[in-house]
T-cell receptor, first 118, second 111 residues
């Protein structure tokens, strides 16, 4: 399957700082990238969907000014958690979907970033 | 009603057992269907696609019933390494191919 990388794999930061997470599709062009958050023993929660070159679409309840998403190229999307607080501690996972519009709708996930805010 | 529903389990089975998971979806515009597997503290990984004609990959068989709007996954001869959460995923054919994830079914295979 296609490969998606995510960096960093884990980060510990102080409350109030901003954290940037990168998501890259390594061997395919991703027109759409997704950002999820997952709390322990809970299911994936979609935060936002981003299409290359356009603004991200955020799910209800997700603050767009707090979770800044940039999808500047077909292989890179970034999520910046601004002014992080302990309640933002979670497992953040990105996924990417290719350019095919017929079949090939599956998403490929990055390995995730475990964020701990002290 | 949730768009994609799965029995959360957990399913506790002995090695060698056959286990089946079902998943129902509510939107008839659903176009593509997948099963993903997620290990503890890891990202979901694509297990297999699901077709109306059925899809088999080794010990795993997936089926789609469009009329009843459900998807199934059958695991034969369970291994300890099959222990994971299995996510049912549905992609709507409208609205930019929106992806809907089920909450997952937890499977524990014990020796």
């Amino acid at each position: 399957g296609a490969v998606v990388s995510q960096h960093p794999s884990w980060v510990i930061c102080k409350s109030g700082t901003s954290v940037k997470i990168e998501c890259r599709s390594l061997d395919f062009q991703a027109t759409t990238m997704f950002w999820y958050r997952q709390f322990p023993k809970q299911s994936l929660m979609l935060m936002a969907t981003s299409n290359e070159g356009s603004k991200a679409t955020y799910e209800q309840g997700v603050e767009k000014d707090k979770f800044l998403i940039n999808h500047a190229s077909l292989t890179l999307s970034t999520l910046t958690v601004t002014s992080a607080h302990p309640e933002d501690s979670s497992f953040y996972i990105c996924s990417a979907r290719g350019t095919s519009s017929v079949g090939g709708h599956e998403q490929f996930f990055g390995p995730g970033t475990r964020l701990t805010v002290l | 009603r949730k768009e994609v529903e799965q029995d959360p389990g957990p399913f506790n089975v002995p090695e060698g057992a056959t286990v089946a998971f079902n998943c129902t979806y509510s939107n008839s515009a659903s176009q593509s269907f997948f099963w993903y597997r997620q290990d503890c503290r890891k990202e979901p990984k694509l297990l297999m696609s699901v077709y109306s004609s059925g899809n088999e990959d080794g010990r795993f068989t997936a089926q789609l019933n469009r009329a009843s709007q459900y998807i199934s996954l059958l695991i034969r001869d369970s291994k300890l390494s099959d222990s994971a959460t299995y996510l049912c995923v549905v992609i709507l054919g409208t609205g930019g191919f929106k992806t809907i994830f089920g909450a997952g079914t937890r499977l524990f295979v014990k020796a």
